[in-house]
């Protein structure tokens, strides 16, 4: 199994990111924390220095491609990354079973699939000629088909998803793992503010400890909990016309 030290998470304030970030802390390990609340980020930071971890902190914007560059470039020129998390999401019309307002979509898109593509960009190439290292790019049981609420965070789980998957293909050739994580509901600020009801919710403890496991051992796909996931894809496999009658609200 690999083992990680030089440590990169976006989204690392609150929720699956949190978790990561203070699970992984350890005496000579160093962290690249990133996140939108400058206040929980640094909560979470010296969490994470409790725990013996060397820590950097900043609130960089994941949609900010220049940004990320020199951010991401900045941390791997000091310690070469080996494990990179690209954590950050938002969904924010989750309860809308109407039109999604776009100007919620696009900025939707923007954070989780642009914002995925801005965090592996800068590094990508680095991990290829180092040949060694692993991406975690996170995505949702969401993923696998539409549901009748969240269209553009269902899509843009769904492309990370389909991109991730892709791209282990060209970065195994280089010995670099990548891992695709589609969780269903875990307990954080978004998950908490569905109406819905939410099916075997996990804490983040657990989703943290079953990521983990999954990115050491470079696994294609970690999905969870097993439950919902087989339910989920089972849902997927069935014709168009029969899901969308069993999802029908």
Request: positive net charge; charged residues 20%; aromatic residues 6%.
């Amino acid at each position: 199994m690999k083992t990680f030290r030089h440590i990169i998470i976006t989204g690392a304030s609150s929720g699956i990111g949190e978790a990561l970030a203070i699970d992984y802390a350890a005496p000579g390990v160093v962290l690249g924390l990133t996140g939108r609340d400058a206040r929980r980020l640094s909560a979470v930071a010296e969490a994470c220095r409790s725990r013996g971890a060397t820590v950097l902190a900043d609130t960089v914007d994941t949609t900010d491609r220049s940004a990320m560059a020199r951010w991401l470039t900045a941390f791997d020129d000091a310690h070469p990354v080996d494990l990179l998390i690209a954590n950050a999401g938002i969904s924010l019309d989750q309860n809308n079973l109407g039109i999604e307002p776009f100007d919620s979509a696009h900025r939707t898109i923007a954070v989780n699939v642009t914002g995925v593509l801005n965090t592996v960009e800068p590094l990508i190439d680095r991990l290829m000629a180092r040949r060694e290292g692993q991406v975690g790019v996170i995505s949702s049981l969401a993923a696998f088909f539409g549901r009748p609420r969240s269209a553009s965070y269902n899509a843009s789980k769904a492309a990370i998803r389909v991109w991730g998957e892709s791209l282990r293909f060209p970065l195994a050739k280089a010995n670099v793992g990548l891992s695709v994580v589609c969780p269903g509901y875990v307990t954080s600020r978004m998950t908490d503010a569905i109406a819905d009801p939410r099916p075997k919710t996990m804490s983040t403890g657990r989703a943290s400890q079953i990521i983990r496991q999954g990115l050491a051992r470079n696994r294609p796909r970690i999905a969870f909990p097993f439950g919902l996931a087989i339910g989920v894809w089972f849902t997927a496999l069935l014709p168009v016309w029969l899901s969308a009658r069993i999802l029908k609200e």
